[in-house]
């Protein structure tokens, strides 16, 4: 990488640090309050006015200053604005996910984010991920590591299942999908120290890349909830692929991810493959 691409690759950095913090200093007013909780697309499926406020400041703070530090302007991929059909341009874009763990904060249960990757060439090229209440700030530009409140993070050692600690989550149609996970579920849940299904899909990549999970695997999420949350763990060592183990592509609608520390990686891949995730009676 040329030394012009990576400066400017830091200032959207930069850029997107400040957008990920303005957002969430609103998520933090509103905290508590009557968000103005709406359906979309399941009984499952939560928006907020919170998410819709966070997702326009995000994208209008990430379109001005980019224009002003003379960065080449990049489609804006947010979750709130896109419609269903529309071709994901990853060329050169901004992928946002405003709130990520709205259920979480519709019920004022404390563990939700910001987060927000810059894309060239279908690939997360920066990315930042902020949770709100924690004051935590994960980092990460590709080729320069991944970094939490600017000290560099690394994801953990553990190399036997039956030692890790694993995450998922479950998706908003489960209830009309023939694939609803508990396969999967139950399976690890039989073969390491616990799975953990807190809420955020960003946060959980984090944590994989800080080394405080040691791997994470979930179906059909949609790019904004995974492209900060990618080069984070693969920048802090990790690795990041499909159920088949290859690499992950962003420009789908729905995405099957599984990311770890890498020793666990095959393991989980090789469960992943294995387990059917059945349709439980109903």
Same mark, same amino acid.
């Given at each position: 990488?040329?030394?012009?691409?990576?400066?400017?690759?830091?200032?959207?950095?930069?850029?997107?640090?400040?957008?990920?913090?303005?957002?969430?200093?609103?998520?933090?007013?509103?905290?508590?309050?009557?968000?103005?909780?709406?359906?979309?697309?399941?009984?499952?499926?939560?928006?907020?006015?919170?998410?819709?406020?966070?997702?326009?400041?995000?994208?209008?703070?990430?379109?001005?200053?980019? =224009? @002003?530090?003379?960065?080449? %302007? +990049?489609?804006?991929?947010? *979750?709130? #604005?896109?419609?269903?059909?529309? !071709?994901?341009?990853?060329?050169?874009?901004?992928?946002?996910?405003?709130?990520?763990?709205?259920?979480?904060?519709?019920?004022?249960?404390?563990?939700?984010?910001?987060?927000?990757?810059?894309?060239?060439?279908?690939?997360?090229?920066?990315?930042?991920?902020?949770?709100?209440?924690?004051?935590?700030?994960?980092?990460?530009?590709?080729?320069?590591?991944?970094?939490?409140? =600017? @000290?560099?993070?690394?994801? %953990? +050692?553990?190399?036997?299942? *039956?030692? #890790?600690?694993?995450?998922?989550? !479950?998706?908003?149609?489960?209830?009309?999908?023939?694939?609803?996970?508990?396969?999967?579920?139950?399976?690890?849940?039989?073969?390491?120290?616990?799975?953990?299904?807190?809420?955020?899909?960003?946060?959980?990549?984090?944590?994989?890349?800080?080394?405080?999970?040691?791997?994470?695997?979930?179906?059909?999420?949609?790019?904004?909830?995974?492209?900060?949350?990618?080069?984070?763990?693969?920048?802090?060592?990790?690795?990041?692929?499909?159920?088949?183990?290859?690499?992950?592509?962003?420009?789908?609608?729905?995405?099957?991810?599984?990311?770890?520390?890498?020793?666990?990686?095959?393991?989980?891949?090789?469960?992943?493959?294995?387990?059917?995730?059945?349709?439980?009676?109903?």
């Amino acid at each position: 990488m040329t030394a012009s691409k990576s400066e400017n690759l830091q200032k959207r950095l930069e850029i997107a640090v400040r957008a990920a913090q303005q957002a969430a200093k609103i998520q933090r007013e509103c905290y508590q309050t009557d968000v103005g909780v709406q359906i979309k697309s399941s009984d499952v499926d939560l928006v907020t006015v919170v998410d819709r406020q966070c997702d326009e400041l995000i994208s209008r703070v990430l379109e001005e200053e980019s =224009g @002003r530090a003379g960065l080449p %302007s +990049a489609t804006m991929i947010t *979750e709130e #604005s896109f419609e269903e059909g529309t !071709f994901f341009d990853m060329e050169q874009s901004w992928v946002v996910d405003p709130l990520d763990g709205t259920t979480n904060y519709a019920h004022a249960f404390p563990h939700f984010a910001v987060s927000i990757a810059f894309m060239q060439k279908g690939q997360p090229m920066a990315g930042v991920i902020y949770d709100t209440m924690k004051d935590e700030l994960f980092t990460a530009v590709r080729g320069s590591g991944a970094f939490l409140n =600017g @000290r560099k993070i690394s994801v %953990s +050692a553990i190399d036997d299942l *039956e030692r #890790s600690l694993l995450a998922t989550g !479950f998706p908003y149609d489960r209830h009309v999908k023939p694939e609803d996970n508990m396969g999967y579920f139950l399976t690890f849940m039989m073969k390491c120290h616990g799975v953990r299904r807190a809420g955020s899909a960003a946060l959980d990549l984090a944590y994989v890349a800080s080394g405080r999970l040691d791997g994470f695997w979930e179906l059909r999420l949609s790019p904004w909830d995974v492209a900060a949350g990618s080069l984070l763990v693969e920048e802090a060592g990790g690795r990041i692929t499909d159920f088949a183990g290859k690499p992950l592509k962003y420009d789908v609608r729905r995405i099957n991810i599984i990311g770890s520390n890498t020793a666990l990686h095959d393991p989980i891949v090789e469960i992943c493959q294995a387990s059917p995730a059945p349709c439980l009676s109903k």
